[in-house]
């Protein structure tokens, strides 16, 4: 049983072009994000969200959104694809008491063309 | 400016030799730091957790402390094996950190020779 999946694990698109990435856990957890890992391996978070909370890093562009359906989802929409938007997109969860462990999805690698 | 740095040279040993990994931060006050390991194409898998008012913490071969006063937190792997290869990350939490958001280092590439 996958603790936190990401789909798809592979995306190419155009410049220009709108896409998702979707992102489940099945931990129960009740804070979920989104990091971006760039070519240099640097892992940087986007968001942070709760149902009662949404964190957003201020270096994130707008073209980026999460969205929540429910407690246990969390998608990311990306408008207007640019190609320095390139990189690996990893979803994690977490208990949102302090020092819970993140637990990470497989990534998600997009290439912007 | 908030660094978290780690040594962005991989780090070749021996099989069987001890391994350390460096991770300096400024202009953070943590809460805890966490350790984790990442596998190429796969996501990073938590290893180890040490709090601000904790010296040292263990965990089979497994070593990590945490020095306030220096800012850094040191990782050993001890009788280190060729499947110790990996990239391993640091990670902090600030105190009052809205979101609960941990913030990661850029990693150090571990390569365990046989």
């Known amino acids: 049983d996958t603790a936190v999946s990401q789909t798809p694990k592979y995306l190419v698109t155009q410049m220009g072009n709108d896409k998702s990435i979707k992102c489940e856990q099945n931990?129960?957890?009740?804070?979920m994000y989104w990091y971006k890992q760039d070519s240099k391996k640097f892992l940087k978070i986007m968001f942070s969200?709760?149902?009662?909370?949404?964190?957003i890093n201020e270096t994130v562009p707008n073209r980026f959104s999460p969205k929540s359906p429910d407690k246990a989802h969390l998608n990311l929409h990306i408008n207007s694809l640019e190609l320095g938007d390139s990189a690996v997109y990893f979803c994690?969860?977490?208990?949102?008491?302090?020092?819970?462990?993140?637990?990470f999805g497989e990534g998600s690698r997009l290439t912007v063309l | 400016s908030q660094k978290i740095e780690q040594n962005s040279e991989a780090l070749n040993i021996q099989e069987g030799k001890t391994a350390t990994l460096t991770c300096n931060y400024t202009?953070?006050?943590?809460?805890?730091l966490q350790w984790y390991r990442q596998d190429p194409g796969r996501g990073p898998v938590f290893l180890l957790l040490i709090r601000e008012n904790e010296k040292e913490k263990r965990k089979e071969r497994l070593k990590v402390t945490f020095d306030t006063t220096l800012k850094q937190s040191l990782f050993h792997i001890t009788a280190s094996q060729p499947a110790d290869s990996a990239t391993y990350l640091c990670?902090?939490?600030?105190?009052?950190?809205?979101?609960?958001?941990?913030?990661f280092g850029g990693g150090t590439r571990l390569m365990v020779k046989p």
């Open positions: 969200y709760n149902n009662k909370e949404l964190i």
């Open positions: 931990l129960g957890h009740d804070t």
């Open positions: 202009n953070y006050s943590p809460a805890y």
């Open positions: 990670a902090l939490a600030q105190n009052n950190n809205a979101g609960n958001m941990l913030t």
């Open positions: 994690a969860s977490r208990r949102r008491e302090a020092g819970g462990e993140l637990f």
